[in-house]
Every structure is written in C-alpha cells, then in structure tokens.
C-alpha cells in the first residue's frame, strides 16, 4: 500500500469516522425499543384502579351495615370475596370494628387486605 | 426544442430525489422512537376515562338517593333502561368533552354476581356489539354496586332475592 498513491488519506479517515459514528447510533436506537418496558409491565400489572373500587365497596359496606342485620352484612362479605376471586384474580380480606372515638368523631376501624399475586395491600382506615 | 439526449442526468435527478426523501423520512422518524414502553399510555388513559365515567354514574344526585347505575343495573336486560341504556350513557359519558365526537369508542357491559348456589356467574347486561371480533386491545373497567334485598326486575333468576347482595359491574371498553 505505501508508495502506491497517498492521496485522499483524509477522505480515508473520516469515512472510518463517520462508518463508527454510525455504528454507535444504530447501537442506540437498538437498545431503546427496550426502554421502559419495564416500567411499562408494572404501571400495567398495578391494580390501582382495582384497590380503589374494593375500597368504596367496604365503604359501602360500612355504610350499609349501620342499617342492615348482621346476616345481610355477612352476605354482602362473602360476594365480594367471592366475585373478587373469580372476577379479578385478588384474594381479599376486609372487616369493620365497632366505632371508635377518634378525633371528637365516631369511626369504625375498617381493615382492607388485598393481594392478587403481584400487589399486596393493607390498609387500616377510620371511616 | 425535443431530443433525446439527457436521459442520465433525468436518471440521476430521480435518484437524488429518492435519496433526499429517503434521508428527510429517516431523520424525521428517528426523533420519535414509538418503544414498548409507549404502547400502554393509551390504554391507561382509556382505563382512567372508563373508570372515572363509572364513578360518576355511580354517584347519587341527591344524599341517600340511588345513583343512575344501581338503577340501570336493577332493570338488567330490560330494553327500557337496561344495560343497552347503560352502555349508551357510559359511552355518552366518555365523549363527553370538546371536539372530538370520537365515533370509535365501544363498550360492553356485563355483570357479575354470585348466585342462590354460591357460585360466580357472569352475564352480559347490553347486547353484544355486532362487530367485536375478540381480537380488540380492551381494557376493563368495574364497579361494585349493592343491590336490596328484593329480587330488581330483569336481572338473571339465579340470583338471591332473600338477602341484599354486591354485585360486579364490568364493562369492557375498546376502539374499534
């Protein structure tokens, strides 16, 4: 090669320059059809919509336990547990106490767990 | 003013076109890469729009009184505001906002409960969308409605009229 023609060496190297630059960029719009898949799957497999439902179920729940017999309120237990579990994949778990004197207000502590096998959820709530 | 001559330099502009619209169609496309992690905002923010339509047709206009959907769901797959009703008011419910009629937008609805057996059924409450094929990307959106203790008309004969009970609503809800 040498003392056949040197011309053109800068042509030469700045065909191999731009020849990596491209490389690399390829590289990168490669790898970013991964990005956020993973955050993707976990805003997908978060079941936000669903702890919020549950949780004006129980209230309702509360509500209507003021006013119905015991039996009913047992009844209206065993459906959501029931329909949960067939419905939405969630083993769930709730019971109202008897009220409590909290902040000048009487409130039943209500205790909520969820767990669908990929979030788990406890909550004990005032209401 | 007509020869033959030039035909190699018409090739060329053609190809430098080509080239050009290639080059500006590339350097367009790559400022916004769609990844995998975008694919489910539209379906978050469906779930969201769903999910909040069905809360407001659950709340009561008046304290104590029944909201619109227990009653809906009290008249079951009754032609006069029944579960079609349902449907279309949640529809109406989602395009509710300025501009767009968004004509695509479908839902169906369906409700589960537990019946005199103890087993879980589930029933379509509106009647089947001719033109869903199964292979829609849908989301479900659900609402728990407690129904009294006497049996509401149009609601399926399996189910309990001795005790108050909660029941599931579910509506599916897609673009076609």
């Known amino acids: ?127 | 003013m007509v020869n033959d001559a030039g035909q190699l330099y018409t090739m060329e502009g053609i190809a430098a076109g080509v080239i050009m619209l290639l080059t500006a169609y590339i350097v367009v496309s790559t400022t916004s890469v769609y990844t995998a992690g975008d694919t489910h905002i539209p379906d978050m923010q469906l779930e969201q729009l769903g999910s909040d339509v069905l809360a407001m047709m659950d709340t009561p206009d008046t304290n104590r009184g029944t909201s619109e959907l227990v009653g809906f769901v009290k008249n079951g797959t009754r032609v006069m505001m029944g579960g079609n009703t349902l449907r279309d008011r949640f529809l109406a419910g989602c395009k509710m906002r300025s501009g767009d009629p968004d004509d695509n937008l479908r839902a169906q609805v369906y409700l589960s409960y537990r019946t005199t057996g103890g087993s879980v059924n589930t029933t379509p409450l509106s009647s089947p969308d001719p033109e869903f094929t199964g292979r829609e990307n849908t989301v479900r959106v659900t609402r728990w409605v407690q129904l009294p203790t006497e049996k509401p008309p149009g609601i399926p004969i399996d189910m309990s009229n001795t005790r108050s009970k909660a029941v599931l609503v579910e509506v599916l809800l897609w673009r076609a």
């Open chain 1, 1 to 127: 090669m040498a003392c056949m023609n040197e011309d053109g060496q800068w042509i030469v190297l700045m065909g191999l320059l731009v020849a990596v630059g491209m490389f690399f960029l390829a590289l990168i719009i490669n790898q970013s059809a991964l990005v956020g898949q993973t955050t993707a799957e976990g805003v997908l497999e978060f079941s936000k919509n669903d702890i919020r439902d549950l949780r004006e179920a129980v209230f309702d729940y509360v509500n209507a336990s003021t006013t119905l017999a015991p039996g009913q309120c047992a009844d209206i237990q065993k459906d959501i547990v029931a329909i949960s579990l067939e419905r939405k994949n969630a083993v769930v778990s709730f019971s109202a106490g008897d009220p409590q004197h909290v902040s000048g207000r009487w409130l039943h502590p209500v205790k909520i767990h969820y767990n669908n096998g990929v979030t788990v959820y406890n909550e004990t709530v005032y209401y």
